[in-house]
């Protein structure tokens, strides 16, 4: 994807797969996007059997242009 350093594609990839690219964001110490800092939080949180997570999504519009 352009723009990104890291794999953020979520299609078929399993969650070690997440969780590699998340070491891999924490690992380097880049600036991040969104869903980078979505899957280091997974990361970080994966120890917690208690929380429930949910998956979500977002659309918004600015300026004409369309962002998921």
Do not use: H, Q
Not at 39 to 53: A, D
Request: charged share 25%; proline share 6%.
């Amino acid at each position: 994807m352009p723009g990104y350093l890291f794999n953020v594609t979520k299609g078929d990839r399993t969650y070690a797969s997440i969780m590699n690219t998340a070491r891999e964001v924490l690992r380097d110490a880049l600036p991040i996007k969104c869903i980078e800092a979505t899957f280091v939080g997974m990361l970080l949180t994966s120890s917690w059997p208690e929380l429930e997570r949910l998956p979500v999504g977002f659309k918004s519009k600015c300026e004409g242009e369309v962002y998921k």
